[in-house]
């Protein structure tokens, strides 16, 4: 039996930061994973993150991984991948795979960091193969470097549904379409329009009736629902797929908490330990952090596994009461910034109708995952100016700003809470850098300039597919509906440091479709 | 409620979707389920213990969510009145040969 003054049990954003916290204040650390890579859901997480600076906004999440594990190893923590652990036992005791066998170790104090797994739901046909979850689709792709398949159904319009919908396409799928019993898209707006501009159709009040396909998933039959989620007979919809991809939402891996013997509480369709405000169990020096205490993101689940990690460090006499209590405040704060706005947890299944500024919220976004031209003025990133300015269109309140920090001229500001709307302020004076299109992870932000000369007007996107456009190049500009508006030329591809990876593709288009075209499409696939 | 073993939920009648498989491991179908519950099982538990749905290789990893929400159906209740399975280990599959080998004791 090996000791350690604690264990973490997942090396995902919660348990990775659970363990720096802890390791910098001089507790032996180690952290058990099953997985060959740490960094649970971020290693899949190409993407860039929503929050602000201190959430790592703007950053690649298997960045912000690796970022953690360095961190975590740095200050001493030892972490064991390839690692399963079985069994958590009273006496906070662990029962690990480790090789051929398995290996017993205790802590002086557990953090539990399991992450979550995704709900399935079964419709006929749930079994063939082809038919996965969102995230093996995501672990085949980014681990394995292997396409799930050809032509692909989604259902699920939360954010891992939109996110991982983008990836597919990203990684040269056809995503025939996205689908959600619910009448509303479940994620953010931002995420759902990056998919609706490149010509993925929503079908809200749709679910599966059935998959089939003999060895493998060959076509989906799908249905409208009624407000109980009844079938509507009549209402069938085919799709001709290989792949279907389940984003039905995840549910809390808590199986080592039970075991334990830990309270729960019954949470919707979910049971949840019971925890402190820091994710201390009913069991003295066993913490819980990140999904597995309840789902929210990884931007949380890091201050969460820090929480924990200072709780237990507080525990077992590593650090003093004021040095803990400082740190505590800062943590909840940062903590309580994340969960503003309207898809913060504790507004999940509530309806607003406008957002925090009290501006009508786009039915179109909700329902077809765009926004309508008519509509987008309407909102404060949105105004005419003469000159190169951005047009910002991100019109619901989520805890993001890196917008706002990117700008060096000073034009974009949110202000009143980071969940605010991003307004424009056009007496800044926009020196057309694209830093702020570059940085916004919900890709919500375009360059216009109305004037570049001959009738035609110059927009310049975010673009994150490969092989990039040449200059020079003919394509078509697509309408935030995905509509074909008519050939476009590249006259800018703009790749830079700073950037990220993210590349700046600028197209001319005629004067009034200036604010209508917001994707520019190879001329191959158009 | 649900540990009133009088209370008469009505008979097991077929449905369309009977046949459609819920816990992959053990290759049990949703009629099983609601058959057992008409038959007066009327928790995860015991539905478990006599259909080892969950039982399996994933541990209900991915049916537990389902069969509580088939058993509450069948019942009438909501889902979270419904208590979990209790957890236990070996959380993960491990072969018997490994969970033999104890290391480091
Ligand atoms: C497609 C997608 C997109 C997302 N996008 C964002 C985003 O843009 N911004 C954001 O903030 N969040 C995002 N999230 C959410 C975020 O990834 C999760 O909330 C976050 O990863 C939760 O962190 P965690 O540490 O609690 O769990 P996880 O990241 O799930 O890590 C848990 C770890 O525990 C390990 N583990 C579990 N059980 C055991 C066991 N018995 N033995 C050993 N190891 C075990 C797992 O292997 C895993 O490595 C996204 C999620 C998905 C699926
Ligand atoms: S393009 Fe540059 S200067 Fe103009 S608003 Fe964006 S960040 Fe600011
Ligand atoms: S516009 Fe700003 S606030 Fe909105 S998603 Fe982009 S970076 Fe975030």
């Known amino acids: ?526 | 409620m649900s540990s009133e073993r009088t209370r008469d939920f009505g008979r097991y009648v077929a449905a369309a979707d009977d046949d459609v498989i819920i816990c992959r491991c053990e290759e049990v179908a949703k009629g099983e389920i609601r058959r057992a519950v008409r038959d007066g099982l009327f928790t995860v538990h015991e539905v478990r213990r006599l259909l080892r749905c969950g039982m399996g290789l994933c541990q209900g990893n991915t049916c537990a969510r389902l069969v509580r929400g088939i058993i509450a159906r069948e019942l009438g209740v909501a889902a979270d009145s419904l208590v979990e399975a209790t957890g236990r280990a070996p959380a993960r599959p491990l072969e018997m040969r490994v969970f033999a080998r104890e290391q480091g004791l």
């Not at chain 1, 820090?306 to 704060?333: H, M, N, S, T």
């Not at chain 1, 991100?394 to 991003?422: E, F, Y």
């Open chain 1, 1 to 526: 039996m090996t000791r350690y003054d604690l264990i973490v049990i997942g090396a995902g954003p919660a348990g990775l930061s659970a363990a720096a916290e802890a390791a910098g204040a001089g507790l032996r650390v180690a952290v058990f994973d099953e997985n060959a890579k740490p960094g649970g859901q971020l290693f899949k997480q190409i993407h860039k993150f929503f929050g602000a600076k201190e959430h790592k906004a703007k950053i690649r999440g298997v960045k912000i991984g690796a970022e953690l594990l360095a961190e975590a190893e740095k200050r001493g923590a030892e972490v064991f991948l390839n690692s399963p652990v079985a069994g958590l036992y009273k006496e906070r005791e662990i029962l690990v795979r480790r090789g051929e066998g398995v290996g017993h170790y205790k802590g002086d104090a557990i953090i539990v960091a399991t992450g979550a797994q995704e709900n399935m739901p079964a419709f006929a046909g749930w079994t063939l193969p082809g038919v996965m979850g969102a995230g093996a689709a995501q672990t085949l792709m980014h681990l394995h470097r292997v396409k799930p398949g050809k032509r692909v159904l989604m259902l699920g319009s939360g954010n891992v549904g939109l996110v991982v919908g983008f990836q597919l396409r990203q990684a040269g799928c056809e995503l025939a379409a996205v689908l959600d019993a619910a009448p509303r898209i479940g994620g953010y707006g931002v995420h759902a329009a990056k998919l609706a501009r490149t010509g993925v159709p929503f079908y809200l009040s749709h679910s599966i009736v059935r998959a089939w396909g003999t060895d493998k998933v060959t076509g989906v039959v799908a249905g409208e629902v009624d407000g109980g989620w009844n079938f509507i007979p009549g209402r069938e919809k085919q799709f001709e797929v290989d792949t279907v991809c389940i984003a039905a939402g995840l549910a809390p891996a808590t199986q080592l908490l039970k075991m334990a013997g830990c309270a729960m509480r019954a949470a919707g369709a979910d049971w949840l330990p019971v925890c402190s405000a820091v994710g201390e169990t009913s069991l003295p020096g066993v913490y819980a952090a990140g999904d597995v205490s309840g789902i929210e993101e990884a931007s949380s689940a890091m201050i969460e596994g820090r929480l924990a990690g200072g709780a237990a460090a507080r525990k077992l006499g590593f650090i003093g009461p004021d040095e803990y209590e400082e740190r505590r405040q800062v943590l909840l704060a940062a903590l309580a910034s994340l969960r503003e706005g309207m898809f913060a947890p504790q507004k999940r299944g509530q309806i607003s109708a406008q957002t925090d500024e009290g501006i009508d919220l786009s039915q179109t976004l909700l329902r077809k995952g765009y926004l309508e031209e008519g509509e987008v003025g309407k909102y404060p990133g949105v105004k005419p100016a003469a000159g190169i300015h951005p047009v910002i269109e991100c019109t619901q309140n989520i805890p993001c700003n890196p917008c706002r920090d990117a700008c060096p001229q000073g034009c974009i500001k949110v202000t009143g809470g980071i969940a605010a709307l991003p307004e424009y302020d056009d007496r800044a004076g926009c020196a057309g850098c694209g830093l702020c299109v570059a940085v916004c992870p919900g890709q919500a932000i375009f360059l216009l300039n109305e004037d570049a000369g001959d009738g035609l007007a110059e927009v310049t996107a975010p673009y994150e597919f490969l092989p990039l456009p040449q200059k020079g190049e003919l394509g078509a500009a697509l309408a935030r509906s995905g509509e074909k508006l008519c050939p476009a030329e590249v006259v800018r591809v703009k790749l830079a440091p700073a950037f990220d990876r993210t590349a700046l593709v600028t197209f001319r288009v005629p004067r009034d479709f200036a604010m209508r075209a917001r994707f520019w499409q190879k001329e191959a696939a158009a």
